[in-house]
């Protein structure tokens, strides 16, 4: 008997502890400032040695900051039950009771202004507007910070936008200007980017190209990682840092093909969260991506449409440098490569209403800014000419190397003309294959040749060669309609993203 009563008094006691540690962690959350995100996902803004930061409350960084400052009160450490009863608390009280603000990875917005967060231990933050920019350490803006981050150096004035171009292996002065024209187009939070392929054969440095174009705006301990497996890991990336950088691709499955041609404009992924049977984990994110590859991996039109295609020289053995001196000369000139891209970037938000253009090729959003842009590094004119000639090479390489591309342009040279069904197509594209090879490379299936052409469609227009889908006769069969037409700037419908 007494021991049950022992029991049962030292329970009570255990109790009556937890719900003191409970009651000191929610007395020294006072000091927090809680809100949500456009998610859901509960913050708290806390003061760190005179700065603010910014953790998710479910974190293990605000957790740490709650056990320290307990420390500091009580000369203890809370049990763990108390700490997960107090941040759940918290959490509550941050989507009941706290403020709805955007949360950025990176680079932000608010107000017409930019940002860009330095990742340092001082939380410092660049504010950007048409007037300049400058250091600041209470940006009315909010980031958040993911593993494997790393810091930007303080940006300094007064440099050249040549001196990244000593560093890559460009010598192209077109090429240069895509390169840092997508520069350009990551420098904001929001899209459509255009996606960087860069290819190039054995020795031409396309990893090192690939790693120091992410380092000048978003460093990270893994600059470079293999392709995902599939669209799910492909947002958890996306999820964890603003630029998206992919090494040594060879192939790239359609699906994946389809989440980067999203990712460039902005999209959504949903999952099962776990151990719940109803709710959903939701990520949203536009993302600026570069890949690498020996190969011509981009094989479908859409995405070619998206992107910017480099070609890397070979590098000749006398010119070949050690990976560390090339990292010692770009870590030298990272702050004056850094206040160069900012200072175009004020001039963009300047003059970025201003800009009026005859048309507005695909990715209108970003041929817009960097147009805005371009008067502060280069003559005006020279990326539009640059960008429209690269999109047409890379579209004209889809067509060089698609087999119904091939097939559907040596019938339109014998015949001028076709009209008919998706069944009569195939079989006409089948007649002028010769060769096992060539002819097992098209669709045999009525309904997937039609799609094949509703994707190589924009691209043949593009190339002289017209595809419209109708309806005829008493059963309203659909006909398939192929003539030439007047390649060009008109043939091109403008779009405005």
């Not at 929610?26 to 995100?37: D, I, P, S």
């Not at 536009?286 to 020289?313: K, M, W």
């Not at 990292?327 to 891209?341: K, N, T, Y």
Request: glycine share 6%; proline share 6%; with cysteine.
């Amino acid at each position: 008997m007494t021991a049950t009563r022992n029991t049962v008094t030292l329970d009570e006691t255990e109790r009556s502890s937890q719900m003191t540690q409970v009651e000191v962690l929610l007395g020294l959350a006072n000091e927090v400032e809680f809100f949500t995100a456009d998610d859901d996902t509960a913050y708290a803004d806390v003061r760190v040695k005179g700065h603010r930061e910014t953790y998710p409350i479910a974190s293990q960084s605000f957790s740490d900051w709650l056990v320290r400052r307990y420390y500091e009160e009580t000369d203890r450490t809370p049990s763990a039950a108390a700490l997960v009863s107090a941040t759940g608390l918290l959490q509550a009280r941050a989507r009941f009771d706290g403020a709805k603000r955007s949360v950025f990875i990176r680079v932000g917005e608010c107000d017409g202004k930019l940002y860009l967060d330095l990742a340092n231990d001082k939380w410092e933050v660049v504010e950007i507007d048409s007037d300049g920019w400058r250091v600041t350490v209470d940006p009315p803006v909010r980031f958040r910070r993911s593993r494997g981050m790393l810091s930007l150096p303080t940006p300094t004035k007064g440099g050249d936008i040549n001196i990244l171009k000593q560093l890559l292996n460009i010598t192209s002065d077109t090429n240069f200007i895509l390169a840092v024209s997508w520069l350009l187009a990551a420098m904001r939070p929001t899209g459509p980017y255009p996606i960087l392929i860069v290819t190039g054969e054995q020795g031409s440095a396309k990893s090192t190209f690939t790693a120091l174009l992410r380092r000048i705006l978003d460093p990270n301990c893994a600059p470079t990682r293999a392709l995902p497996r599939d669209e799910r890991d492909f947002f958890i990336a996306a999820n964890n840092g603003h630029i998206l950088a992919f090494d040594n691709v060879s192939r790239l499955p359609p699906l994946l093909s389809d989440t980067m041609c999203r990712l460039a404009t902005g999209a959504s992924f949903s999952t099962r969260q776990l151990h719940t049977d109803r709710e959903e984990i939701l990520i949203h994110a536009a993302r600026p991506i570069i890949c690498n590859g020996i190969e011509e991996f981009v094989s479908r039109p859409d995405l070619a449409d998206r992107a910017v295609s480099l070609t890397l020289r070979p590098v000749p053995d006398e010119e070949r440098k050690l990976e560390r001196e090339i990292w010692s000369e770009f870590h030298a000139h990272h702050p004056l490569i850094l206040g160069v891209l900012l200072d175009a970037a004020v001039h963009g938000l300047r003059n970025f209403a201003n800009v009026k253009l005859d048309r507005f090729p695909r990715m209108a959003d970003f041929v817009q800014w960097v147009v805005a842009c371009e008067p502060a590094l280069w003559p005006a004119g020279s990326f539009l000419s640059a960008y429209c000639t690269n999109r047409d090479e890379v579209v004209e390489g889809i067509l060089d190397g698609d087999s119904v591309a091939i097939a559907v342009r040596t019938l339109i040279t014998q015949r001028g003309a076709w009209r008919g069904t998706a069944s009569q197509l195939c079989e006409a594209l089948a007649e002028l294959s010769s060769g096992k090879d060539k002819q097992a490379n098209l669709p045999t299936c009525p309904r997937a040749l039609s799609g094949k052409l509703r994707r190589l469609a924009p691209s043949l227009r593009k190339g002289g060669i017209e595809i419209s889908f109708d309806r005829e006769g008493r059963n309203r069969n659909r006909m398939i309609h192929i003539i030439h037409v007047t390649p060009g700037p008109d043939a091109e419908e403008p779009e405005t993203g």
